[in-house]
Structures are given as structure tokens and as C-alpha cells.
């Protein structure tokens, strides 16, 4: 029993990561149904920012995580308006394009970071205790606690408030939004924003952990926005679920079987377990279909 | 209009990190000669390093008379490093006993239907073969230096850049017979079909390739064997001992399992053992070397862990380590999963009680604070060369004259990194000694440099580094037992006297059976 | 905006009233007078079409390559080809199906690695029978990773696909057996020196296989295959009606494109002598394949190739600058976006260089057709009120003439065989514990028209579609003539004869009318002079002639609506199902689409089925009439008594009826 939850609070743990990466690309579809594949790019340069600040400009953790976020909204709401440019184009096409901004970001992330495997602190500090066979970190923590409070402001947002309504009505028929005055381009950008602001705090609470590496945060995108699909991509709350069912799947089969199952199978268990979720998920939530390549 | 200046401002960032890269990097074409003056004309200071040992085949000199007495191979006096309890490596001894492979059981010339040009009467240097003229040689390195972070600039500039320092140091003493080495580089980025392109691009304009990372080492073989191209290799891959037209300067992770294994069964006697190994062939096969030789000791293999290069968390493998509890662990894995594996087990305050054991990954003398605080006392790791540790025992002449070179040529920092003895790691060691024997294996050869030769030359001598290991490449099977590195050493990460990270070299050295 | 290379690509010209080529003696004089005007003279008397100038630069690209470049450039040209060739394999999943598979980079190396270890063994045979294991092994793997597709669609499925790319990487890719270890497999290859040398000769095998790949995606695309494959990938209950069996064209697909993967694979193998290592199919590489097609925009082959060879060659070229692998793949991707973004101005400009100093000529007149906003319904119904076009605008080019045909519909489609009346018996819905549909008998017979009136929400519709196979029966049974064929799927009863309309017509968006109603003739039955014929003579008979080669996303609603029942009856069915035909339509339209239905109806004998909110039209068609309600059958009889009856009358009828 004491294993079976040790792993599973370290699945969790691994789960609020992809969580965390997962928010800012739900943000972004909610509002123009596009995956967003520059929240990695985005979570890397707010996470060098971040680094940046606190390692070699000496600035408070809380400033530089405050300037780690801030840049990722500068970046976000840049690309959301690249967004509402390229609004009548293909939305696979955006996505794309959305990549390449990762990309070119990665490039500049490490122009920018003089070595590897740096691992920012965390803003949560250092230490942690133990809890059964494992070590529960202060980071760790306060990053699922981040993840909550994100799910508790988003949903609130979202369901209670007239900004949430509009969202969710330009999701619906942006066109239609529109013509009952809902401002749509300052909508889509300041969504955009709030995501990439997402991604950059993301960024920031992932590296702590996964270290600085920017294709590594390449991959826990991939894992985030599986998680997020498998929740459905519109609820940040389901996303944050789908993202801890990965990461728990990969705790519990890692911790507790680890390699007697053999070189990848570990990895492949986790993915099954995802492929039948999407198998699942997918046969009941069919509006989420088309990728309008 | 904004959407056109967007593109403006990409497209000009774009240029701008373009001059920047290129600013940043190495040109392709690195002129490592200098017409005098620099380290080779102050060879005589009391600075002046020792070169390493050669161990020449009697009969074979070096030619171009005041030439050769600046080269390294002139000064073939300096010993071989002497650890305590420990006499010469093995293989130091003169190779004359070594047969010198009849004509025609060596590789044809390169270029097919291509005639060498007959050498001119006067004995003069001439064009011989592919990248040599009467007044250079070019040689080759294919390397990942714009890869990420991780691996590009961390860990392929220092080699470029001490290779580069060492041809430097050469021609500074007076190149080779006359001849001023250059040096070709081509970065393939870390991918392999890149790296071919290079390879391509290279093998007309070279005489032979000189170590470098790229993983274009295991898939070459094929086109060295159309080719006919000398490849002095990194050693990564087991195949590249088994090609005959690759000579690896490093040890194979493989046999580094196997000899870690052994030494650890002998010398710690742990009953249980946990194995953690990197999802990749060359890892695999490590793990399942080092539970054949364990099992030849009788200790069990209570754990195995495949690690992905990719993954973003370790902490459930410290648990299913915590759980299995085996008395030690072997780590044949990549460095950025087992730097999470360490941090998280250091979180949790948890290590197997006779420490953790390594392959090369872990033993490079300045990325201690890569590792972080939990790697001291923890764990320890077997590698190729001796590396220097000047307040526990004499510095050996090859690392000697690493450091050396390093300071004169070229620095101590690279990316951001400084290191602490010299420049780099366990690869630009084995580029650094490959290089810096260039003339002795090339020396001898006089006038008529051929990549035919040159690849006899290799495999019928042998070359002291200097830094504990003497190259050899047997004809017919070039990772032949006893094999270059069939000793190699095994250091312990412990606490610096400033509280710093430093490295303790564990006795017996391991022996390769 | 509609593509001017589209515009030629699709055959447009058929059927447009275009001027011939007139040509001004002087201004041709004018025009050779500079280099531009002799350019466009040759263009202009090669008769060049703006289509083929991509295709040309391709070759002539990849012919220059093969004499001028060095080896190492020669070996990116290979590598070039071979990711174009995964380019294209994907381009049919991407383009017609919509379905993004993230496996390509897993599969190919899987393909590597087999033909590798077959054909390391020597021989001609085994060089063979290598590639065939790979191809058959990848087109395999494919066609289970496109099982998927059956049941996820979209972002699911794109997750779905990821499992075989992970599976693939991590775990087979760990047995060394399939690797061939550490030290790979030797593949034979030319051994060759001198100007052909082995990066020459390689290069011309590679280009080879990519020549042969192109023709067979290009023709693909072009066949009814391609053809159903939008139209399954876009419109799958549009695909369902015509007699499309969706499941069995997505296999199809994926199972080309795994063939085509396959086929990279072994190159792979080939061009480096040895498989390259495992870190080249990771699923990175399978994301910046599923980039090229997309980057190349996703509408000809051509620009395909251009990316693939810039992803390849471009970090070769640009090596000695030492620019990191992501900020080259980043700005290869950002200039392929932009570029192709702005295909169509480079098309222009070649289209008016072709054309300067010469008037109009059939290309011209189409590139006009897209070109000008007027809309489409002032131009299809021959002068009557415009009707704000929902799509791109297009240009009068012709009228529509529904008077043309008539006969040769008769000639030419056979009267309907047999008897078989569609009848459904207790039919029941149910939605969630929603009853939509509840215990509704319905029965037309050959020749027979009925018409369905009731509410919103009375589950007209839901009962069409339980009639056709689109929603499961909670209760009840549907038979046609004496088979029951209540367990049917949809397109089989679309086979068996019962065609269908729906309220918003579900037409492949990409595809020209003639090619939606060339998928509508469904598989197998008559050849293929029969069909076009049978297509040609309804669009004539539909006064839709001048549009046969316009893209249906061009068309205004009530033009597709059109389309869209031409293409129920592009095989003559045994019983025909429209669902509000004539919403949208001008009542001048809708008239004429009366006469030309009944007219058709009365001369094939077909059953007619018509759910209809229009009154007039409803009265005109139907014989018979059923009204219902809550998804329960109020009322059933003769038109005219039921709208008689006081109680149909006052509730489903009241004011309309009442006013005329």
C-alpha cells in the first residue's frame, strides 16, 4: 500500500506538470480552436527569463517569476494576434505555424543559456518531507497547488463572469460574437496572452524539475496536450485530469514495476492506457474532429 | 501591414541569430598553422609540456630532417604514467613484435582508378593521396556543435576546440615532415543524415576523419569500406572496432560494463544490484554484458531500469529502486535522466549503500556542479583515460600536456562551463590524444603520406597517450584482446578541499577479461 | 478565393464560354520586342499552362541536380526525395481524410530496418523481398494505426497515432534483432567512381522511385478513389449517401500511405548504405513530416517536393554557418507558410507573363471566373434576384439552360427494375432517453410520391435517418421490396437504392460538381463512359453544365442543394429521399427544379420522398402526405385529404394554408 501511494503521489506530481503545460494550449483553443504549439516554445523563454533574473541578475524569485509570466503574456498575445491574422486560414495550417514560433524560440533559448541541465529553483523553495517510500517537495506542492488554483480561477472565469461568457461565445460562432459588439480581436489577444502567461509560469515550474532543455520541454508539451485532449481541450479542470492520468499511469507503472517490463514497455503501458482513453474519450466527444487541415 | 513587418522583424532576427551563430562557431576551414613563434617556439621553456611516449617500430623515423625534431614523436622520453601499485600499462612496451600486415591485406587505395602520383626523385613532399599537398595535410571531424544544449556546445566544442589546439601545437613545431596539419570541421547537428552530407562533402577534400561526436559512427561503415577513408573514431558504438578503416580512440561503453561489472564484484562484493541503462541498443547491450558478468559472480540483478533520454521525471524509478533496495546500482545511461535519477534520489535522501557505478558519463573532471551536491560520496565512474588530480598524485604527461595546450591555445571555458583541469571531457581526451600523436603515426611515412599507409602505419605500431592508455588497432579486428583500453580507471566524485567537486581515483584499475 | 492552378487543375474549362485566343499582331510585336514579351511568346506558343510550372520546376530542379551537384548536395538531393516521398504519403491522410497520423517517422524506420536485415544478406532477391517484408510490414502497421480513424477523428486521432509512433520508437526499436544491434546492416549499393559515380546513381534510383510515387499520388488523387476519400474525410454522411463505404476508403488510404512510407524506409536504408540510427525516426522527425505537406500548403503535389527538399537540403547548405537544427527547421517552416501562402501571386505572374500581349484565352476567362465578386445566383439563374453567395463569389459565366437533356436522361438512364418499395414499419428513435422518433410506418412505393410536413422537431429528419442507416433503431424495421435490411449500413442501402439529400448538403467542398457527382455514381456499376455520360446528361438537365468544373466551395447554398440532389441521382435509385430540396432556393428555381424532378421522376419510375416546409411545393410534388408531430405520425393519406382535415389544417398548417 505504502508503494502503491508513493507512486502514485509521484504520478501526480508528474501529472501537474503536463497539467501545467496543458492550460495555456486549452486557453488558446478555447478561443480559436487552434492547438497551440507554441506554449513550449513560449514555456522555455519565460523559464531562460526566469532563470535569467533569478541566477544571474540576482532579482527575488517572486520578481523573476513575475517576469518569467509577464514575457510568456508579451509572447502569447503576440501570437494570439498572429492568430486573428491568419483567422481565415486552415486552423491545421496555424497550428504549424504555431510550431515554428517554438522552434525559432528554442533557438533563442539556447542562444541565450550559456550550459545545460540547469535547473532553475523553484519558487516554492527548497526541501521538502518524507511521506512513506517517497520525498513530497515543497515544489511540488506548490505546483499542484498552482494547478488547482489555475482550475479554480478558469473555471470561476469561465462560468461565472461576462469575460467567460464572451469566451465561450466566440468560441461558439466567433462571427456571431461579433455582431452582438463583442470586441473579438482584444478577446483573442488577451486570451492568447493569458496563455501564453500560462506556458510561461509552466515553464517556470516545470524546469524546476525537468531541468532547462528545450526539446525535453518539447516532449512534456506533446504529453500535456495529450493529456488535454484526452480531457477534451475546452475544460481546464479535465485537462488538469487528463494530464495527472498520464502522469499517474507512468508513476505507478514506473515505480511499482519499473523494468520488469523491459526496455520501452514502461513508456508503451502509460500510452496504452492513453490510447484507450482516447479511443474512449474520442467516440463521445466527436466535435472536437476536425483538424480543418 | 503589421503581418509584413512581423515577418520583417522574424526574418531579421533570424539574420541576426545567423551572424550570431556564426559569429558564435568555429569557421569550417580551421587554419591550425602558424608561421612560428606561439607554443612551439617557446618549446624549450620550462613550461614546455612533455609529449606523450611513442612507442615507435624499430626501423621507422621520422623524416624531414630539422622537422622532426620539433615534433611531438621527437620526444618519445617521457614515461608512462606510474600509478601506485601499478606498473606500465600494458602494451607500453616497443611494438616491434607486432607483424606488419603483408601487402594487399589492407585497405586499396582510395579513390578507385585513380593512381597515386608517383613521388617526384628528389624525395621532396608532393600531393600524395586525398587532402595532402607538399605543404599541408587536411584532416576531417564531423561533430554536433549546433546541437542542443545538451549536447552541442557542452560537449563537442571542447573537442573541436582542443583538437583544433592540438594541430595548432603541432604545426607550431613544425607540422608533420614539413607539412602544416589543417583541420575540416562539419557539424552535423546531431543528425545522421547531416552527418553523411558532411561525410560526403569531406571525404575528397581530407586525408583521414579525427575523433569528434556524431552518431554517424555506427552507420559509416559501408561507405569507409567503398571509400577507403582512415576514420579516427569517438569509440561510442561497438561497431566502429570491428571496421577496419576505424581506429576509436575511446573505450565502448560495452566493454566498460563489462570491466566496471567485474571490478565491482571483486572489489565491493555486493550480493544485489540494481542496473539503470538508456533505451538505446549500445545501453541495452551494456546492461545485459554487466548481468552476464555479475552472474558469473553470483550477484543478482534485483532491478533493472530503461531510462528514456526524453523523460521529464525520474522519481518513479527512485521508488522502484528504493523498493527493490539492491546494495549497489550500475547507471549505463545518458547524463540529463541520471542527473534527475540523483536529484530525486538526493531529495529523498536515499542511496543504495555501496553507491552508485558508472560509465564514462559521470567521470569528466568540472561538470561536478552539473551533478549537483548528491553525486560526492555517491558515486563513481569508470573511464577511459587517467584524468588529473594533482593534489592526490603526479599529473600524467599526457594530461600534462592536455592542460598545457589547453591554456596556451585555447582556454578554459567553453559554454559557459570552466573546466577545471583542462579542456573538456573524457571524448576531447580521446580526440586530444589521437591528435596530438598525429606525428608519429604519420611521421614515418615521409614524402609518400597515402591513407593506405597511414592505416598500416596505425595498426602495425602503437602510441602511448600518456594519459594511461596505449593505442593499438590490431590488424584484422581492431577491438582485438588486448585492446587499446582494455585498462581502464575508475574515479570516486568526494568533496574538493575548498568544498568543491573532485574526483579520487579508486585502485586496482579495472582490467578488461 | 479560388486558385487560379486549381481553377486549371480541376478542369474547369469544360463548359465555360470561353473566347478563343485572339491574337493582335502589333501587340505581339510589342510584346517579343523585350526579353519578358519573348518569354511569355514561347510560354504562349508552347502553350504552357500555369498548372505545370511548379511540376516543371520540380524536374528540371531535380534533372540540373542530377548533372551539377556535388556528391554531398546529391546525397541531400536523395534525402530530399525520400522525405518528399513521406511527404506524399501523407499528403492523402492530411488533404483528404483530415486525419494527421504522427507515426511516419516510427514506420519508416521500421521499413529501414526490415529491408535491411533482409537485404543485408546480398542478392537481387533478397533486395526484393526486403523491400517487399518492409512495405508489407509499414502498410500493415498503417493500416492498423488507421483503424483508429474508424473510431476517433481529429485531435483524437492524432493522440491514437502518437501510441504507434511511441510504441514503434521505444519499443521496437529496443530489439536489437529489428535494428540489426549496434552495428546496423550493410544494404547493398552501387559501387560505382568516376562522373556517375555511387551519390549519382543513387540519385537517379531514388528519383526513380519518387517519379513513380508522384505519378501514382497524382493519380490517385485524381481516380474515384481520391475522390471518395475527400469525400469521406470531409463530408462522411455525404459519403454514406452516395454508397461509400467510409471504413473501407480510410483503410485504403492509410494503407497507400504506409506503402509509400514503406517504400521510404528501404530508401532510407539505400542511400546510407545502413539504416540510419533510431534518433532519426523520433517523434519529432514524425512532426516535421506531417509539416511538410501542410507547409506546402496542401493543393499540389509540387510544392510538396519544394519543401521536403528545403527541410533537407537547406541545413546542409547552410552548415558551415552552425545555426541551430531548431532555428533552421523554424524558419525552413516560416518561409514554406509564407510562400505558400502566397502561391497563388507567384501563379499569377507567371499566368501574366504567359499572357502578355495576347487577349483572352480559355485560362484567362477562368482565372476572370474566380476573379470577379458577382454573385453567383444572378449568374445561375439567369438574371433573377441575387442571392448573397455564403462562399468566394464567382463570375457569370454561363446560363443555366434546363432545357437541354431532356431526352437524353431518358435515353440514356434505364427505367427503374423490379418493384421494391422502401418501407419502414414501427419505426422508433430514441435520443438519450429522448424519444425522437416514436413507432412512425412509413411506405413508397416505385413511382410514388410522399411528402412529410410537421414541425421543427417532429423528427422528420430523424426518421430519414433511420430509413437510410444514419442513426440506430431503438424499435421497428426497414425493408426495401422483400429484404430487410434494417441492419444495413448506410451506404449499402445507398448501394441498394435508396439515395438521399440532406437539409445542408453535404458535398465535397474540394472537388468540382462533376467530380462530386462522379463519387456519387458510387463503385462498380456500369463503365466508366456510362457514368460520365449519365453525369453529364443530369447536369445538362439541371441547367448546371457551366459549373461541372468549379469547386463546390464556390457554389452559393442553393447551387449546392442542387448539386447535391443531381448527385442522388447519379445512379438511378430505386427510391429518393430530399430533405427540404427547395429551402434557399428563388421560387423561379424552385420551380424549375419541380418540372425537371417530376419530369425525371415519371420517366425512371423512381420513389420519391420529400420532407418540405414549403407549402406550395409540397402540394405540387407529393401525391400522398404525412404529418408529424413530436416524433409521432399525426396523419397519412392523399394530399389532398389531408389537407382537409381541419386538425392538420389549424395546427401545422394555420396561416399558410389559411392565406392561400
Not at chain 2, 560537449?155 to 583544433?164: A, H, L, Y
Not at chain 3, 479560388?2 to 481553377?7: G, V
Not at chain 3, 487543375?9 to 478563343?20: D, F, L
Not at chain 3, 500493415?140 to 477523428?153: E, K, P, Q
Request: glycine share 12%; aromatic share 8%; proline share 6%.
Amino acid at each position: 500500500m505504502a508503494l502503491f501511494v508513493s507512486a502514485l503521489i509521484i504520478g501526480v506530481s508528474l501529472g501537474t506538470i503536463y497539467g501545467l503545460m496543458a492550460f495555456g494550449m486549452v486557453a488558446s483553443y478555447r478561443i480559436s480552436k487552434v492547438v497551440n504549439l507554441g506554449q513550449a516554445g513560449i514555456a522555455a523563454f519565460g523559464a531562460s527569463v526566469y532563470w535569467w533574473m533569478s541566477s544571474q541578475w540576482g532579482a527575488p524569485l517572486v520578481v523573476s517569476l513575475f517576469g518569467g509570466v509577464l514575457v510568456g503574456g508579451v509572447l502569447g498575445a503576440i501570437l494570439g494576434y498572429a492568430n486573428l491574422k491568419l483567422a481565415n486560414r486552415a486552423k491545421g495550417l496555424v497550428m504549424i505555424f504555431t510550431l515554428t514560433v517554438t522552434l525559432l524560440l528554442f533557438a533563442w533559448v539556447d542562444l541565450i543559456i550559456p550550459a545545460y541541465n540547469i535547473t532553475p529553483p523553484s519558487p516554492f523553495g527548497q526541501g521538502g518531507f518524507n511521506f512513506q517510500l517517497t520525498f513530497i517537495t515543497y515544489a511540488q506542492i506548490g505546483t499542484f497547488a498552482t494547478c488547482i488554483a489555475v482550475v479554480l480561477v478558469t473555471t470561476w472565469v469561465m462560468r461565472m463572469t461576462r469575460f467567460g461568457m464572451f469566451v465561450r461565445a466566440i468560441y461558439d460562432d466567433p462571427d456571431g460574437a461579433s455582431t452582438v459588439g463583442i470586441p473579438l480581436g482584444v478577446y483573442v489577444v488577451g486570451v492568447w496572452a493569458v496563455a501564453g502567461g500560462m506556458a510561461g509560469l509552466a515553464g517556470i515550474l516545470a524546469t524546476s524539475r525537468v531541468q532547462l532543455d528545450s526539446i525535453l520541454l518539447l516532449f512534456v508539451m506533446v504529453w500535456g496536450l495529450a493529456g488535454a485532449i484526452l480531457g477534451g481541450l475546452e475544460s481546464f479542470a479535465l485537462a488538469f485530469v487528463g494530464g495527472v492520468s498520464l502522469g499517474v499511469a507512468e508513476g505507478i507503472l514506473g515505480g511499482m514495476l519499473g523494468g520488469d517490463l523491459g526496455p520501452g514497455l514502461e513508456n508503451l503501458s502509460a500510452i496504452l492506457i492513453m490510447a484507450v482513453g482516447v479511443l474512449y474519450a474520442g467516440t463521445k466527444r466527436r466535435h472536437l474532429a476536425h483538424l480543418q487541415t | 501591414m503589421w503581418s509584413r513587418y512581423a515577418r520583417f522583424s522574424v526574418l531579421t532576427a533570424g539574420f541576426a541569430l545567423a551572424v550570431a551563430a556564426c559569429g558564435g562557431g568555429s569557421a569550417s576551414l580551421s587554419s591550425t598553422g602558424t608561421s612560428g613563434g606561439g607554443y612551439g617556439s617557446s618549446g624549450g621553456s620550462a613550461l614546455a609540456p612533455q609529449a606523450p611516449s611513442s612507442q615507435q617500430n624499430p626501423g621507422s623515423s621520422v623524416s624531414g630532417g630539422s622537422q622532426s625534431q620539433s615534433a611531438p614523436a621527437a620526444n618519445n622520453a617521457a614515461p608512462a604514467p606510474a600509478a601506485p601499485g601499478n606498473a606500465a600499462p600494458n602494451g607500453a612496451k616497443p611494438a616491434a613484435g607486432l607483424p606488419v600486415p603483408p601487402p594487399g591485406t589492407v585497405p586499396a587505395p582510395p579513390l578507385p582508378g585513380q593512381p597515386h602520383p608517383a613521388p617526384p626523385a628528389s624525395g621532396a613532399n608532393f600531393a600524395s593521396d586525398v587532402g595532402v599537398t607538399a605543404n599541408s595535410i587536411t584532416f576531417g571531424a564531423i561533430n554536433l556543435a549546433s546541437a542542443t544544449r545538451s549536447l552541442g556546445p557542452v560537449v563537442s566544442e571542447p573537442t573541436q576546440k582542443i583538437t583544433e589546439a592540438a594541430l595548432t601545437y603541432i604545426n607550431n613545431r613544425g607540422g608533420i615532415n614539413g607539412r602544416k596539419l589543417q583541420l575540416l570541421t562539419c557539424d552535423d547537428g546531431g543528425d545522421v543524415t547531416r552527418a553523411r552530407a558532411c561525410y560526403e562533402k569531406l571525404k575528397t577534400q581530407v586525408f583521414a576523419f579525427l575523433p569528434a561526436e556524431t552518431f554517424l559512427t555506427d552507420v559509416i561503415h559501408p561507405a569507409l569500406a567503398q571509400d577507403h577513408v582512415p576514420f579516427m573514431s569517438w569509440g561510442w558504438f561497438q561497431s566502429e572496432y570491428t571496421d577496419p578503416y576505424m581506429f576509436p580512440c575511446h573505450a565502448n561503453g560495452i566493454r566498460e560494463a563489462s570491466a566496471l561489472a567485474k571490478w565491482v564484484a571483486e572489489n565491493k562484493h555486493p550480493k544485489t544490484v540494481g542496473i539503470m541503462y538508456l533505451n538505446v541498443s549500445e545501453d541495452i547491450a551494456a546492461k545485459d554484458t554487466a548481468t552476464k558478468t555479475l552472474s558469473q559472480y553470483g550477484i543478482k540483478v534485483v532491478q533493472n531500469i530503461s531510462m528514456e533520454w526524453d523523460s521529464p521525471d525520474e522519481s518513479q524509478h527512485v521508488l522502484s529502486m528504493r523498493v527493490a533496495n539492491p546494495d549497489a546500482i550500475f547507471t549505463f545511461t545518458w547524463a540529463a535522466p541520471l542527473a534527475k535519477f540523483f536529484r530525486d534520489a538526493g531529495g529523498q535522501n536515499w542511496s543504495p549503500p555501496l553507491g552508485y557505478w558508472s560509465n564514462h558519463v559521470t567521470t569528466d573532471p568540472g561538470f561536478g556542479p552539473v551533478w549537483g551536491d548528491y553525486i560526492r560520496d555517491h558515486d563513481a565512474g569508470i573511464t577511459s583515460f587517467l584524468i588529473p588530480e594533482p593534489w592526490q598524485e603526479p599529473v600524467s604527461p599526457g594530461n600534462l600536456l592536455w592542460e598545457q595546450v589547453t591554456k596556451q591555445y585555447s582556454g578554459y571555458d567553453v559554454a559557459g562551463l570552466h573546466f577545471k583541469y583542462a579542456m573538456g571531457h573524457h571524448i576531447s581526451q580521446a580526440a586530444f590524444v589521437c591528435a596530438i600523436a598525429l606525428p608519429q603515426m604519420i611521421g614515418p611515412l615521409g614524402a609518400n603520406v597515402t591513407r593506405t599507409a597511414f592505416m598500416q602505419q596505425l595498426e602495425a605500431h602503437q602510441y602511448d597517450t600518456g594519459m594511461g592508455v596505449v593505442l593499438k588497432w590490431p590488424h584484422g579486428d581492431h577491438g582485438q584482446y588486448p585492446y587499446s583500453f582494455n585498462k581502464e580507471y575508475i574515479y570516486q566524485w568526494i568533496t574538493s578541499p575548498d568544498g568543491g567537486w573532485e574526483e579520487k581515483h579508486l585502485y586496482p584499475d579495472p582490467l578488461y577479461q | 478565393m479560388i486558385r487560379t492552378d486549381d481553377a486549371a487543375a480541376t478542369g474547369r474549362t469544360e463548359g465555360v464560354a470561353a473566347s478563343p485566343p485572339v491574337t493582335d499582331g502589333a501587340a505581339t510585336a510589342a510584346a517579343l520586342a523585350s526579353p519578358t514579351g519573348a518569354l511569355s511568346a514561347v510560354l504562349r506558343r508552347m502553350r504552357v499552362q500555369t498548372r505545370l510550372v511548379l511540376p516543371a520546376l520540380v524536374i528540371a530542379g531535380g534533372t540540373l541536380s542530377f548533372f551539377l551537384l556535388p556528391g554531398h548536395l546529391l546525397y541531400a538531393g536523395s534525402t530530399a526525395l525520400v522525405a518528399g516521398i513521406i511527404g506524399l504519403a501523407l499528403f492523402l491522410p492530411i488533404a483528404a481524410l483530415r486525419e494527421m497520423p504522427l507515426n511516419a517517422a516510427g514506420l519508416a524506420g521500421l521499413g529501414a530496418y526490415l529491408y535491411a536485415n533482409v537485404a543485408s544478406s546480398g542478392g537481387v532477391g533478397n533486395v526484393l523481398l526486403g523491400g517487399l517484408v518492409a512495405m508489407a510490414a509499414v502498410t500493415g502497421l498503417s493500416v492498423v494505426g488507421g483503424l483508429a480513424s474508424l473510431v476517433v477523428t481529429g485531435l483524437y486521432f492524432v493522440v491514437a497515432s502518437l501510441v504507434l509512433q511511441i510504441g514503434i520508437e521505444k519499443v521496437i526499436f529496443s530489439i536489437p534483432g529489428v535494428t540489426g544491434g549496434a552495428a546496423g546492416e550493410a544494404v547493398p549499393q552501387p559501387v560505382l567512381s568516376g562522373w556517375f559515380d555511387t551519390q549519382r546513381a543513387i540519385f537517379l534510383v531514388v528519383a526513380g522511385f519518387a517519379l513513380v510515387v508522384a505519378v501514382v499520388v497524382w493519380a490517385a488523387r485524381r481516380s474515384r478513389f481520391g475522390y471518395h476519400s475527400v469525400l469521406v474525410g470531409h463530408v462522411p454522411e455525404g459519403a454514406s449517401a452516395v454508397g461509400v463505404r467510409n471504413w473501407l476508403v480510410k483503410l485504403m488510404v492509410f494503407a497507400l500511405s504506409g506503402v509509400l512510407i514503406g517504400v521510404a524506409g528501404c530508401l532510407f536504408s539505400f542511400i546510407n548504405g545502413t539504416p540510419p540510427g533510431t534518433q532519426s525516426f523520433i517523434l519529432i522527425i514524425s512532426v516535421l513530416y506531417v509539416a511538410i505537406p501542410i507547409a506546402s500548403g496542401l493543393r499540389d503535389l509540387s510544392s510538396v517536393w519544394i519543401v521536403a527538399a528545403a527541410f533537407t537540403t537547406i541545413p546542409i547548405v547552410l552548415e558551415p554557418l552552425r545555426l541551430s537544427p531548431s532555428f533552421l527547421a523554424g524558419m525552413i517552416l516560416l518561409v514554406a507558410l509564407i510562400v505558400g501562402d502566397r502561391r497563388e501571386w507567384v501563379v499569377e505572374q507567371v499566368r501574366r507573363l504567359r499572357n502578355r500581349g495576347a487577349s483572352d484565352d480559355p485560362i484567362e476567362v477562368i482565372a476572370e471566373f474566380h476573379a470577379a465578386p458577382v454573385p453567383v445566383a444572378a449568374a445561375v439563374n439567369g438574371g433573377a434576384t441575387p442571392t448573397v453567395a455564403s462562399g468566394p463569389s464567382i463570375e457569370v459565366v454561363g446560363r443555366r439552360d434546363t432545357s437541354a437533356g431532356t431526352v437524353a436522361v431518358a435515353a440514356s438512364a434505364p427505367a427503374i427494375a423490379g418493384t421494391s418499395a422502401l418501407e419502414g414499419r414501427e419505426i422508433t428513435v430514441d435520443f438519450g432517453g429522448v424519444r425522437a422518433v416514436d413507432a412512425v410506418s412509413v411506405r413508397v412505393a416505385p413511382g410514388q410520391r410522399l411528402g412529410i410536413v410537421g414541425a421543427n422537431g417532429a423528427g422528420k429528419t430523424t426518421l430519414f435517418n433511420a430509413l437510410t442507416g444514419f442513426v440506430p433503431l431503438h424499435h421497428g424495421r426497414v425493408h426495401l421490396g422483400d429484404r430487410d435490411i434494417s441492419g444495413w449500413s448506410s451506404f449499402l442501402r445507398a448501394r441498394a437504392g435508396i439515395r438521399r439529400t440532406f437539409q445542408i448538403p453535404r458535398l465535397a467542398d474540394m472537388l468540382s460538381v462533376e467530380q462530386n457527382l462522379l463519387v456519387g455514381h458510387g463503385h462498380g456499376h456500369g463503365d466508366a463512359v456510362e457514368r460520365r455520360e449519365r453525369v453529364s446528361t443530369l447536369l445538362d438537365r439541371f441547367g448546371l453544365s457551366a459549373l461541372r468544373g468549379v469547386p463546390v466551395a464556390a457554389l452559393p447554398f442553393g447551387v449546392r442543394r442542387e448539386v447535391e440532389l443531381v448527385r442522388a441521382l447519379t445512379r438511378t435509385p430505386k427510391v429518393l429521399m430530399l430533405d427540404e430540396p427547395v429551402s434557399g432556393l428563388e421560387d423561379e428555381e424552385a420551380e424549375k427544379l419541380l418540372e425537371v424532378l417530376l419530369d425525371l421522376q415519371g420517366k425512371e419510375g423512381w420513389g420519391l420522398l420529400v420532407i418540405e416546409h414549403d407549402l406550395r411545393f409540397i402540394t405540387q410534388v407529393a401525391e400522398r402526405l404525412m404529418v408529424m408531430e413530436d416524433g409521432r405520425l399525426l396523419v397519412e393519406g392523399p394530399i389532398n385529404d389531408v389537407m382537409r382535415q381541419e386538425q392538420v389544417r389549424r395546427v401545422y398548417l394555420g396561416e399558410l394554408v389559411t392565406a392561400q
